[in-house]
């Protein structure tokens, strides 16, 4: 029997209307920063009920302006999940800002508060960055009772909702990717907001540069209206986009064999499934599986590995970052992405049914 074709861990899904929008944007000679953005950014307004959006050219970007805006700069304390891409890291170091890092909870992946209660020594942090990681919901309410203002990184968790709502409306700034492999992707870009606008308002004055009366520090920051069409047509059909990862979700739970666990509350209700992670005793049962996965054609990853720690680019001592130290020794990302066929998730689901642990 022929191997069958190898299956990728993600693929972004674009749809023949998503070429189409595109292709408006292209006949329209208007190809910059325009309605399509100005349209992307409403999109998010409707969303959330409110508020105001300032569209930018990456998720990093995002994090950047919501610290600038938030007053972050030299002599400021942000902390951030160790468990995190260098993005958080990279905006707080480009706002002049001090980064504390925190270890993560066990079960969801997400900044412990109590983490960042002892990073901090017994001040208060002047920020703190929340990741939904893998789209499950951060604890924003026990984060603001820490102390600081808090930017919620919905680059992971666009499009979860379930009890209290869409995830991105408790914290000060909320902040999104729209990257290739994210949930709505469309190349490159990215979205900040705010509950009261005012902040997305001082983004976007940072945003304009060009042709202003007085000289102020801007940049530009820009996302084109070739992007924005591709994101507003994904933005159309989010509810079906996070639909099939929760479908394809609750097939691999199905699926699993006893013994063997997916991280905690992949399978909630109006959750966001960004990745489907699966947990394990320890390094050597997850490479076994990892290996048994692969030899079916099977892509997975490790979703972040140990070098990536934001502790362990700062060169801090792991002893003091145990639960992130042990994820990413016991984890392993399956595909879940929308564009996988019924007949690609079957195959998934089968492998998984032979898993030994
Ligand atoms: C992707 C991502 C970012 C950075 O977004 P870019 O658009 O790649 O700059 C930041 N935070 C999280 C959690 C992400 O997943």
Redesign the pocket.
């Known amino acids: 029997m022929a191997q069958a074709e190898a299956i990728p861990h993600n693929r972004p899904l674009i749809t023949p209307a998503d070429r189409a929008a595109v292709d408006a944007v292209l006949a329209s000679g208007w190809i910059a920063q325009g309605p399509e953005v100005l349209a992307l950014e409403a999109s998010f307004d409707a969303l959330y009920g409110g508020g105001g959006s300032c569209a930018l050219s990456?998720?990093?970007?995002?994090?950047f302006l919501a610290l600038k805006t938030l007053g972050m700069g030299p002599g400021k304390r942000v902390a951030v999940p160790t468990y995190?891409?260098s993005?958080?890291l990279n905006a707080v170091y480009m706002a002049g800002a001090e980064p504390w890092i925190a270890d993560v909870e066990a079960e969801d992946f997400n900044i412990d508060p109590g983490a960042v209660e002892r990073a901090a020594g017994g001040r208060k942090p002047d920020a703190i960055i929340a990741?939904h990681?893998y789209g499950a919901r951060a604890d924003v309410a026990a984060l603001k009772a820490v102390g600081g203002a808090v930017i919620e990184?919905c680059?992971?968790s666009l499009g979860g909702a379930a009890d209290g709502g869409n995830i991105g409306n408790d914290g000060d700034a909320a902040?999104f990717?729209?990257?290739a492999?994210?949930i709505v992707a469309c190349g490159?870009?990215?979205l900040m907001r705010d509950p009261d606008g005012r902040l997305a308002d001082a983004a976007r004055d940072y945003r304009e540069f060009d042709q202003r009366e007085s000289y102020e520090e801007r940049f530009n920051l820009h996302m084109s209206d070739i992007e924005a069409a591709m994101a507003r047509s994904q933005m159309s059909r989010l509810g079906d986009l996070a639909d099939r990862r929760r479908a394809t979700a609750a097939r691999y739970l199905e699926s699993l064999p006893a013994g063997i666990d997916a991280a905690a509350g992949v399978g909630d209700a109006g959750r966001m499934v960004y990745r489907f992670v699966l947990r394990f005793a320890d390094s050597e049962t997850r490479d076994r599986a990892r290996a048994a996965l692969a030899a079916r054609g099977i892509e997975v990853i490790v979703p972040l590995e140990r070098y990536e720690l934001l502790h362990r680019y700062l060169g801090l001592d792991p002893a003091e970052f145990p639960v992130a130290e042990n994820i990413v020794d016991t984890t392993l990302s399956l595909p879940v992405f929308p564009a996988l066929t019924d007949a690609q998730v079957d195959r998934i689901c089968a492998a998984l049914a032979t898993l030994e642990c």
């Open positions: 990456s998720g990093t970007a995002a994090l995190a891409c993005a958080l990741v990681s990184d680059c992971q902040v990717s729209f990257y492999t994210k490159h870009g990215g």
